[in-house]
């Protein structure tokens, strides 16, 4: 029996997280659940749950929370890092959507759990922090689609015998939208995303591309696979989740119909496979899978992002922390969509690189991005 935490048990991933749980429970059982400040929904599932602890990153929403739950209830980031780090939590899900997520993480590592990542931002921004603690001890696994599909792929490989990386990516909601068209979506339409279902942000990443950005960056550190060999295919079906090319030119792809809860319960119970709840994959249905190059014109965040992977340092964490806002800044629809890419770019040139940044640097560069972020969205807004 495996004890799970999770970080972030209300959003999407944490929801589809317990219910993989529910079909396993001779398998695993949960130690530890996180919210942000939805007291409501965490005091409903850790009434179903039974948890050890609970946490929020939010204050008011602990001491909101207190009188309703027997279990300790904690808050702010040390809440987090406490129940990621639970003596009898074997494996931590980490699923809240910014680089804050790191805290947990290496809490977690250094505590020598598993952690099954979904919040690819603690890679985008503290990577090779992330990997000088995985030297130490703990073990990381991924749950974004693509990266469960190449890990999958290369059980059994030689890492040094990849030639490619190839990631999919579904093109979003506005894969055949002119360069003019883009300039005019709303956020209802950057919202509905043709095959995931899934948070606002990286909705939104996905309708720019830039979640396959951040998703190559992530795929760097996971693989250690240098971003010139990452590739990006558009696959509109969603189908095969990701490509590993070997030397000899030999493909192995992952393929099933989308659904989260395949690669959350891969990471759940490898290297063990067990029957999953989803709906079975049906080549004759499907009849088509197509494929296309990426379009880093009417996309450009694409282009961001690979431009920040290959300098490295601290830039993939001011990309992402000014994303963050920008996309934010386009949910409250103070900005276009095409201005999300131009604010970033523009936060990007005005970086000064600092190369192996330490945590301490990474929190700066993101607090500094999202500073000036910030002040381009009011001019912007203003013009
Ligand atoms: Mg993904």
Redesign the pocket.
């Known amino acids: 029996m495996k004890g799970v935490s999770i970080i972030g048990a209300t959003g999407s991933i944490g929801r589809q997280t317990l219910d993989i749980i529910a079909h396993h429970t001779d398998k695993l059982k949960v130690v530890g659940l996180t919210a942000g400040r939805d007291v409501e929904a965490l005091t409903e599932l850790a009434l179903r749950w039974r948890p050890k602890l609970v946490a929020f990153s939010d204050p008011e929403a602990a001491k909101e929370c207190k009188g309703k739950l027997s279990c300790p209830v904690l808050s702010e980031i040390e809440g987090l890092t406490e129940v990621a780090s639970h003596p009898e939590a074997d494996i931590v899900v980490i699923a809240i959507p910014t680089a804050k997520a790191l805290l947990p993480t290496i809490a977690a590592l250094r505590a020598g759990k598993r952690v099954a990542l979904a919040t ?1 931002e603690v890679l985008v921004a503290g990577g090779h922090i992330v990997l000088q603690q995985l030297k130490k001890g703990g073990e990381l696994l991924p749950i ?4 469960s599909a190449l890990f999958q792929c290369l059980q059994g490989e030689d890492v040094s015998r990849v030639d490619k990386l190839i990631l999919t990516a579904s093109g979003g909601p506005f894969r055949t939208k002119s360069l003019d068209e883009l300039k005019r979506v709303t956020v209802e339409e950057a919202l509905a995303h043709p095959t ?1 279902k899934m948070g606002a942000k ?1 909705t939104v990443d ?1 309708a720019t591309l830039m ?2 950005g951040l ?1 190559i960056i992530e795929a760097r550190w996971l693989f250690g696979v240098s971003p010139e060999r990452i590739e990006v295919v558009i696959h509109p079906q969603s189908i095969i989740h990701s490509l590993v090319e070997f030397v000899d030119g030999s493909v192995k792809a992952q393929l099933s119909l989308p659904d989260m809860r395949l690669p959350i319960q891969y990471a759940l119970l490898y290297p063990e496979r067990h029957p999953c709840p989803i709906q079975r994959l049906d080549l004759t249905k499907i009849g088509t899978l197509t494929f296309e190059p990426p379009d880093e014109t009417r996309f450009p965040c694409l282009r961001l992002a690979k431009l920040a992977a290959q300098v490295g340092g601290t830039m993939p964490a001011v990309m992402n922390a000014a994303d963050e806002i920008a996309v934010n800044a386009f949910l409250q629809r103070q900005i276009g969509f095409m201005e999300i890419p131009a604010i970033i770019e523009a936060v990007m040139e005005r970086h000064r690189l600092i190369p192996n940044p330490d945590l301490d640097t990474v929190w700066e560069v993101d607090e500094w991005a999202r500073g000036i972020a910030a002040e381009l969205i009011r001019k912007f807004a203003a013009s």
């Open positions: 690819k974004d689609s693509e990266h995931w990286v996905s979640n396959k998703e």
